[in-house]
């Protein structure tokens, strides 16, 4: 059970982030709280940040922290400080979110596929403040 301090280290996250999709695209993400129980993130092609092409929502709900991109849905096993980890309810991978320091940030994502565990790392530069 999560409670609304638990909620609110997920503060690290806001601001406007550059990262590196897996292809090699660049991609631009803004994290924002506009509401006590509400963070959003929304996904930008430019670094004019003008406008998103996608966006997901991590939620505070009856103590379970949520996130929702379209169809997927996670629940936090974890948050701290620094980092916060998400377990699949109806996703095909686990993800999580690691501060390395105040300009850098790691989203990390676990899967099987083949039987075999597989891994993905996106660092993510800040580009400004929340």
Avoid at 38 to 54: G, K, P
Avoid at 69 to 78: I, M
């Amino acid at each position: 059970m999560f409670s609304v301090d638990d909620f609110a280290r997920l503060r690290f996250l806001e601001g406007r982030w550059k990262g590196e999709a897996p292809d090699g695209t660049p991609f631009y993400e803004e994290y924002d709280q506009p509401e006590p129980t509400v963070f959003r993130s929304r996904r930008f092609t430019d670094a004019s940040f003008s406008e998103h092409s996608d966006g997901s929502a991590i939620t505070l709900q009856d103590g379970d922290v949520i996130s929702q991109w379209g169809e997927f849905t996670w629940r936090a096993t974890s948050i701290d400080a620094d980092a916060a980890s998400f377990d699949p309810v109806n996703a095909p991978s686990h993800f999580s979110w690691h501060r390395i320091d105040d300009r850098t940030l790691e989203a990390r994502q676990r899967w099987t596929a083949d039987g075999k565990e597989q891994r993905y790392t996106i660092t993510l530069t800040r580009v400004t403040a929340g």
